[in-house]
């Protein structure tokens, strides 16, 4: 058992560790993912300043500190403090004989590196949508959902507003992916994570773009605010879950751009009576709700 507590121990302190010398610019740049999300935030939101699509929306919108503490608690706070528990859980599924290499479907470690690149971020892509679509459509996990949707003005900081219990959904099924993939993430892969951070605000932006024809390929603003509306079309429990990529939207027929105005309410039914403050959104979840 030492060895379990000795395991959560080390890499809960080694996370803060990390995470402080990133502040104060002791890692390399590319795995530099503090001051990198923070260089991400400023260039999209003075883009949001300079070209704004929604002119009446104020350049501090509504819950705009609110998304801004999400993000760096959902990156790094949140992260640091489950870091030592997947590290338990790593060194437990190891001694009982599953490893990073029992479910490899496919090894790309011979591959050139443009091409593990393009793969990895393809599959943690789809794995991404795929528990997207799964976070819409079963009402246990929209409790937590809801957190996300309770945006009421979008802008690139509300990529990151979402309940730790994401955290907890998404992580074993994008190490699922990864196990995938030989048990490995490219050795350049900080440039996949910063493309979909990047993306992701984008996405969020209080910026009009379609990325023209790659719009069938890339997700972007117009789409994704779809995403976001109260009013959902008739007989759906979601429209546009692409995260990165809107390829798989199209081709699994959950895509739906009416006009592009951006003149759209967001939120869900019931959204005037969801909690405004940090604390009581987190806690939400794991109370029982009234139907609504």
């Known amino acids: 058992m030492e060895k379990y507590v000795n395991a ?40 949001e300043i300079a070209f704004p699509w929604r002119k009446e929306q104020s350049i501090f919108r509504r819950d ?37 290499k029992s479910l490899t479907l496919l090894d790309l470690s011979a591959m050139p590196m443009w091409s593990q690149l393009l793969i990895f971020f393809i599959i943690l892509d789809f794995v991404q949508w795929f ?12 409790k937590f959902h809801k957190v996300h949707h309770s945006v009421k003005e979008m802008g690139f900081a509300a990529h990151l507003r979402y309940h730790w219990m994401e955290n907890i959904i998404y992580k074993p099924l994008k190490t699922l992916g990864v196990m995938v993939l030989g048990g490995f993430e490219p050795e350049q892969a900080y440039i996949v994570h910063f493309v979909a ?3 992701g605000h984008f996405n969020h932006a209080n ?13 972007n603003p117009v789409m994704h605010l779809y995403h976001h509306a109260y009013t959902l079309p008739q007989g759906t429990y979601g429209i546009n879950f692409g995260i990165s990529l809107s390829l798989w939207d ?19 039914p019931g959204d005037d009576k969801f909690p405004h403050d940090f604390i009581h959104q987190n806690i ?7 139907k609504e």
């Open 207 to 219: 910026i009009k773009i379609t990325w023209g024809p790659l719009k069938y390929i890339l997700n």
């Open 197 to 199: 951070i990047t993306i």
């Open 131 to 142: 528990t997207h679509v799964l976070l819409h459509k079963y009402a246990f996990l929209w």
């Open 250 to 268: 199209y081709i699994f027929k959950t895509n739906y751009v009416p006009e592009d105005s951006g003149n759209l309410e967001l939120g869900f």
């Open 8 to 47: 959560f121990v080390n890499s809960f302190m080694g996370s803060i560790d990390w995470t402080w010398k990133s502040i104060i610019f002791e890692v390399p740049w590319y795995t530099n993912y503090f001051w990198g999300l923070t260089l991400i935030s400023l260039i999209v939101w003075g883009l």
């Open 284 to 290: 939400y979840g794991f109370g029982k709700q009234k």
């Open 64 to 100: 705009f500190w609110l998304d801004a503490f999400y993000m760096y608690f959902n990156f790094f706070i949140f992260a640091i403090a489950i870091s030592g528990f997947y590290k338990f859980l790593g060194l437990l599924f190891n001694d009982i004989g599953i490893s990073s």
